[in-house]
């Protein structure tokens, strides 16, 4: 297992760094194995991606990280029962089940699942078949959806049995009365139930689209729900399913740890969006606030302190960093986690221009997209800025991203945006750059 696991890292690097990658399997394996990750995959994914999902699946089960999988059904069910000549009836984006249907529906996912466990057993995986027996369930409205159930419990025992044998449980969706009537459970319900009994470290929605999208259909890397949610759902491309899809996840990590995350990606790029900071698909987190302050005020300067020299090091902040640098804007994460502090510069000659003099974001952070929504924040209220950075930083390709521009000077790349190429003001940047005063040191001892 050992060379297995050094073999994959190596792999893995290619799409991270090394660090960031041990950083994560790290994390991960200090997790309670049915605390991992629920990986919840729609019935598409099982039609379209099996190989893809099977070898990513396994790609876990071979780092020693055993995720439960939760599965739907949906195209698969559509298909049989037009072959049945059983109209589909929706209500309120959940399907009405009659009594008529339940054979097919029970046969369907039955044979999706074991579609999957056999994949898996492919590619020489334990995988365990669990089609019943873990949600416990009750009629949500007989007359109005028929055979249709909402989970009233959660039975672990079928599924801790998979894990003592590392063995991945594959779970269909499927309920069960007190009087053991079956009835069909809605696939996204059932893994927030499952999820908030279970509090994993991470929630994974496996879908075709790989994330959710903009409004130019572009995937959304990462929101932080406590600085972007109210904003997104008042975006008119924010509608139908996403809507309804936000709106469940708002909800199920508000239940969660703050550490709990949920990451919607395709099958192909599970292991990129779980263990390097850039990740493939969408992470959304409960987040945190972002504080802002005009002056060092009400900022704990002990805290601040902390997070530039954990971020940083091993250089450190100078000793008097507080008293010689007067801020213009400091941005700051609730819990001290990422910080942003810009001061005012007298670059043109109409008006001071802010300058980016630290960003820091703790290793832990990285990965979350606390230190983008930091940034958004900081970049609502400032159309302009300037900042240098060394070369071999990390957070360059972010910086790359964010602005407008970059010159390379020695030691140092310097950025800008919204300077609208004003050269002689860029000019001026740039030599003002390349003056500054050093404001980190390298640690001794």
Request: aromatic share 8%; charged share 25%; hydrophobic share 40%.
């Amino acid at each position: 297992m050992t060379d297995v696991r050094t073999t994959i890292v190596r792999l893995l690097s290619a799409m991270g760094s090394a660090k960031e990658i041990q950083q994560y399997l790290k994390r991960f394996s200090q997790q309670d194995a049915k605390r991992f990750a629920v990986v919840k995959v729609g019935g598409a994914v099982l039609r379209d991606e099996m190989t893809e999902l099977a070898s990513s699946l396994t790609f876990l089960q071979r780092v020693g990280l055993t995720p439960i999988v939760l599965h739907g059904a949906g195209p698969q069910l559509d298909e049989e029962l037009v072959k049945a000549g059983i109209e589909k009836h929706t209500i309120d984006g959940l399907r009405v089940t009659p009594p008529a249907a339940l054979g097919i529906v029970r046969r369907v996912f039955h044979q999706q699942n074991l579609a999957l466990v056999d994949a898996l057993h492919a590619m020489d995986t334990r995988a365990t078949s669990v089609v019943s027996g873990v949600f416990a369930a009750s009629f949500l409205d007989r007359e109005k959806f028929g055979l249709v159930g909402k989970v009233g419990g959660i039975e672990l025992a079928p599924i801790e049995a998979s894990l003592r044998m590392d063995s991945i449980p594959v779970i269909a969706s499927l309920g069960e009365t007190e009087e053991g009537q079956i009835l069909n459970i809605n696939a996204d319900f059932a893994a927030n139930e499952l999820v908030r009994v279970l509090q994993p470290y991470k929630i994974v929605f496996l879908t075709g689209t790989g994330g959710l999208l903009d409004g130019d259909g572009k995937v959304i890397d990462s929101i932080n729900l406590s600085t972007e949610y109210e904003h997104l759902m008042a975006q008119p491309w924010v509608s139908g399913g996403m809507r309804l899809k936000l709106g469940q996840i708002a909800d199920l990590l508000r239940d969660l740890p703050p550490t709990s995350s949920v990451s919607i990606t395709r099958p192909a790029e599970l292991a990129k969006e779980l263990f390097t900071h850039r990740g493939s698909g969408t992470l959304v987190r409960r987040g945190e606030k972002v504080l802002r302050f005009d002056s060092w005020s009400g900022v704990d300067l002990e805290r601040m302190r902390t997070l530039i020299d954990s971020s940083f090091a091993p250089r450190r902040l100078v000793e008097d960093y507080f008293e010689r640098t007067r801020p213009y804007r400091v941005y700051v994460s609730e819990n001290y986690r990422a910080a942003m502090i810009l001061t005012l510069e007298h670059i043109d000659e109409e008006q001071g221009l802010p300058y980016l003099d630290k960003f820091a974001v703790l290793d832990d952070a990285q990965g979350e997209g606390l230190g983008r929504a930091v940034w958004q924040v900081m970049q609502a209220e400032n159309p302009r800025l300037f900042w240098r950075s060394r070369h071999g930083n990390r957070v360059n390709a972010f910086y790359h991203e964010q602005s407008d521009g970059c010159f390379r000077q020695a030691g140092f790349r310097i950025f800008w945006y919204g300077l609208d190429g004003n050269f002689a003001t860029i000019a001026r940047c740039v030599e003002h750059c390349t003056q500054r005063r050093p404001t980190l040191v390298q640690a001794h001892g």
